[in-house]
């Protein structure tokens, strides 16, 4: 029997007596990206462990990955067929964009974003969907609007989820623009800033939802530094309560949803998945 570890069923219900319904959501915990050398130092990997292990050692404790190399560098077919290739095939997979079409953007970002899709076609029925972070900068203008219209265009035959990251998008007519495009707006736990997006509910996509939890170090979030932008540890008070608030109005929206930590430093980010994933375990 295949096992999914990681992933966890929240049923809902809604109504009263004998009109009550319920709602299955399968949800997939796990973190943006996988390898890190700091891992080994933290004792998540065991000591020793390469680079070229670690996508299958991480797949020993989650079903779902978010790949974040390709925001750095150009997705590439026979390495992404590799990486597949040498995981088991319950891991799943979500893709980030690549910079160069969404904080550095180039003229030819047309021509990128067909190779981009070249890289990741090995990825095929395992990719729950490409995930377009946008930066702090990218604010809702006319030129910006247009600008994400088409790279939506571009990208309308696989699943999308976007993540703005400044609060000008958080209007109505952005998350109707994106329900009507069956585009996932990502859910986002972060510090509490000005202009910052903020955490929301709101599901645009009922076939999956998206959640990253970035951390809430307030004074590292500007310093420009990512050790300290992403150090930080979530207490179990904080995720349940996260749980209650947020993640219990979204599984009764959609179908599927997916959980990543960001907070990669002293390898949080794996710790605080499973500490996640036995939160939802007990409901």
Aim: glycine residues 6%.
């Amino acid at each position: 029997m295949k096992t999914s570890p990681g992933k966890a069923d929240i049923i809902t219900r809604s109504g009263n007596g004998v009109a009550e319904s319920s709602h299955r959501c399968s949800l997939y915990v796990g973190t943006c990206g996988y390898s890190y050398t700091e891992w080994v130092d933290s004792g998540f990997y065991p000591a020793g462990t390469g680079s070229a292990e670690m996508a299958a050692l991480y797949s020993y404790h989650f079903s779902v990955v978010e790949l974040n190399y390709t925001w750095y560098q150009m997705a590439r077919a026979d390495a992404v067929a590799r990486m597949v290739n040498n995981v088991p095939e319950h891991l799943l997979f979500a893709a980030k964009l690549t910079r160069t079409m969404t904080h550095e953007r180039d003229r030819d970002w047309q021509e990128q974003l067909g190779r981009y899709l070249q890289g990741i076609a090995p990825l095929k029925k395992r990719l729950l969907a490409i995930l377009v972070q946008l930066p702090p900068g990218f604010v809702r203008t006319i030129a910006n609007r247009n600008y994400l219209a088409a790279l939506l265009d571009g990208l309308h035959e696989l699943p999308v989820a976007v993540e703005f990251r400044h609060v000008s998008w958080a209007v109505d007519s952005v998350f109707s623009e994106l329900e009507r495009r069956k585009v996932t707006l990502v859910s986002v736990d972060e510090p509490e800033l000005p202009t910052l997006f903020p955490s929301l509910d709101i599901v645009t996509n009922p076939a999956l939802f998206y959640v990253r939890f970035h951390g809430r170090n307030r004074d590292g979030w500007r310093s420009g530094n990512m050790q300290k932008k992403f150090y930080y540890d979530y207490s179990e008070e904080e995720l349940c309560s996260w749980t209650e608030r947020y993640l219990q109005v979204m599984a009764g929206q959609a179908g599927r949803g997916v959980l990543f930590f960001n907070n990669h430093v002293q390898a949080h980010a794996p710790r605080n998945a499973q500490k996640l994933i036995k939160i939802l375990g007990n409901k």
